[in-house]
């Protein structure tokens, strides 16, 4: 292989007696290379090649061989076609996306990626800055630089965007006409100048009389394009050529919001001098004091506010500058925004207010900022406390810090919003207790959240999810065992439907208060039970069709035959039964009991009359209560027993 210094130098004698626009000169580093390879190989093969090629004239822009050449040698194995390539070949088009603000939705600047062996002599020569070639190429009468490419990319785009000030001022010299010609994009040269960040070019450009005003397709004009590569010289110029400020893009952005969001100072003090207004709203009422709150840059905002800009501006969905800030967490833009006595209490269109946004975000410092100017008067017109946000996104510190404030424990949604919910919850101990988080729960519950105004109540949450600990919980600060549903009617507690499956949940909220006794209460005694009903149209109004009462809603026995539950009949039963005293078994809970052979005990334990241990152990507890039972004094094993921790005692 050819070294690279000997290539250099082989490069260098070759090229010294050749033009500009030389068979070499448009090569790159790497094509010399690898033609020296070639030719290097091809040498050693026939011993006699020159790495030299022909001579080459130049004729009306094309290189021709002279009449005396004799037939050139290729060092390819391929010979040459008959028709010669069509170099009217455009690249391809490529988008080159700017992260602008606006949520990330940044403004295409397009560039042509075109390789050289598809690139147009003409733009080559552009590209490399062949001032020399270009003119030739011009010249000749088989080159116009008014015909674009593919894409429609003319000559005077290729050097703005190439930074070829000299090949710019040529064309602008050979065609005047060009100067605000557009691509297929509605690009004229300077915007592709601007884009490209080419100040040079674009002074020549606005010199020679180019439009500052001309947009793209997106109504995006040279200036808007110069903040937003947030380039003060690019700005300043186009300032000084008569730009209008005001413009706006097809999102309703201008300048100003652009250079706001990139926290450039200086520009912003440009646009204003230059008459650009400090409260242009976009498409989406977002003015640019709004966008500085939204992407945290402290600067621009305190500019803007400084220059008149409406602090408490809202957008289309209601949201001001202290919503935004809250809701990204820039706490030193709350605080800014708070000493300027921006507005706490309003209110965006979801009828949300900034301590709600500041809760969801889980920031305490932003919290503790917005508590004290925030009323708690117009947190409760909200119909949704901080609390229940708080609980629901599971923020425990913020929760916390909102408890100590003094915000209502007990505080429910509004019908509306509790109507959202299929459940109807209203309460952060409900949201707390469905998200499971003990740590939550507790708190709530130590600083006198009531567990039992839902209407499905948490205690029934927390056991149809088998969370022993939140159930714990709730029934010692005094959740409802007893309490039913009014939408699902049962004779019994509602809970003992989601508990039974879980005998040690089952038998800790007999223990603690649930009426066993309900569970053998039954309309139809022995007598023939009617067909189970599994329809919600039946729900609430079973009976048969002899006329006996109904019920007023399900029933025990109707419920433990469900198929999910009935294999479990025997063992729920058995735990039932050390609660109660007396009590007689339906028809329906007997068959249960005679389906397995392996249960005849319990239907003993049912028979009449109960031993006498049970009875008092029922009457004791019936009088005492199951909380004072250990001050009783009685040995420890009768306290056990009375408090169902053993199954018998001897005497």
Request: hydrophobic share 40%; charged share 20%; glycine share 8%.
């Amino acid at each position: 292989v050819l070294s690279f210094s000997r290539l250099s130098a082989i490069m260098a004698a070759d090229t010294a007696a050749l033009d500009d626009y030389s068979a070499y000169g448009d090569l790159s580093d790497d094509e010399l290379l690898q033609l020296a390879i070639h030719r290097s190989l091809d040498e050693a093969q026939a011993g006699q090649r020159s790495l030299r090629p022909p001579d080459l004239k130049v004729s009306r822009g094309q290189p021709v061989a002279p009449e005396q050449q004799g037939a050139a040698h290729y060092s390819s194995p391929n010979p040459p076609r008959e028709k010669p390539p069509d170099l009217y070949v455009c690249g391809h088009l490529s988008a080159q996306v700017s992260d602008a603000g606006q949520g990330g939705q940044g403004s295409r600047v397009h560039r042509f990626a075109v390789s050289l062996r598809e690139e147009e002599p003409l733009f080559q020569a552009i590209r490399m800055g062949h001032v020399g070639r270009l003119k030739a190429l011009i010249a000749s009468a088989g080159t116009n630089p008014m015909l674009p490419s593919k894409p429609g990319w003319l000559a005077i785009h290729q050097a703005a965007c190439c930074d070829q000030e000299e090949c710019l001022r040529f064309l602008l010299s050979a065609q005047p006409g060009m100067i605000n010609q557009r691509t297929e994009h509605a690009e004229t040269a300077l915007l592709v100048a601007v884009g490209s960040e080419n100040l040079r070019c674009a002074q020549l450009l606005l010199e020679n009389g180019a439009d500052p005003d001309a947009a793209n397709r997106d109504h995006e004009t040279p200036l808007y394009k110069a903040c937003e590569r947030d380039h003060p010289a690019l700005v300043a110029l186009l300032l000084n050529h008569g730009a209008a400020v005001n413009t706006k893009c097809f999102q309703g952005w201008t300048a100003l919001h652009e250079a706001t969001c990139r926290n450039n100072v200086e520009i912003c003090q440009m646009l204003l001098k230059a008459g650009g207004k400090h409260s242009p709203a976009d498409n989406y009422g977002i003015t640019p004091l709004f966008t500085a709150a939204q992407s945290g840059q402290l600067a621009s905002l305190r500019l803007l506010v400084k220059h008149g800009a409406d602090i408490n501006t809202q957008a289309a969905d209601g949201a001001t500058a202290l919503h935004e800030a809250a809701k990204n967490g820039h706490a030193d833009i709350v605080e800014f925004l708070l000493s300027q006595k921006a507005d706490a209490n309003i209110t965006g269109k979801a009828g949300l207010l900034p301590l709600h946004v500041a809760t969801r975000k889980g920031s305490e410092a932003l919290v503790s900022m917005l508590i004290p100017a925030t009323s708690k008067a117009r947190v409760r017109r909200t119909g949704i406390s901080p609390l229940h946000v708080a609980a629901e996104h599971n923020r425990d510190d913020v929760l916390e810090i909102l408890i100590r404030a003094g915000f209502d424990v007990n505080a429910q949604l509004c019908e509306e919003r509790s109507r959202l919910y299929e459940d109807r919850r209203s309460t952060a101990l409900y949201l707390a207790v469905a998200n499971d988080n003990v740590d939550n729960v507790r708190a709530l519950l130590d600083a006198g959240a009531d567990p039992n105004l839902d209407v499905f109540g948490p205690l029934l949450v927390a056991a149809r999810q088998g969370w022993i600990e939140n159930v714990t919980l709730l029934v010692e600060h005094g959740a409802d065992i007893n309490a039913r549903i009014p939408t699902h009617p049962t004779t019994f507690p509602a809970i003992f439907m989601f508990s039974m499956k879980y005998l040690p949940m089952f038998k800790y909220l007999l223990d603690n208060g649930g009426d066993a006794l309900s569970c053998f209460r039954c309309v139809y005694g022995n007598g023939p039970h009617p067909p189970l009903q599994t329809t919600r149209s039946h729900r609430g109004h079973l009976g048969d069709p002899e006329g006996q009462r109904p019920t007023a809603g399900v029933q025990f026995c109707e419920m433990i035959s469900a198929p999910s539950i009935s294999r479990w009949a025997g063992p729920i039963l058995d735990v039932l039964l050390d609660y109660v005293g007396h009590v007689t078994l339906c028809s329906r809970l007997m068959e249960h009991l005679d389906s397995y052979d392996g249960w005849s005990v319990i239907k003993d334990k049912a028979a009449l009359p109960r031993r006498l241990l049970q009875l008092c152990r029922i009457r004791i507890v019936q009088l005492v209560g199951r909380r004072r039972l250990t001050s009783l004094p009685l040995p420890g094993s009768l306290i056990r027993f009375l408090q169902h921790r053993e199954a018998s005692l001897d005497f």
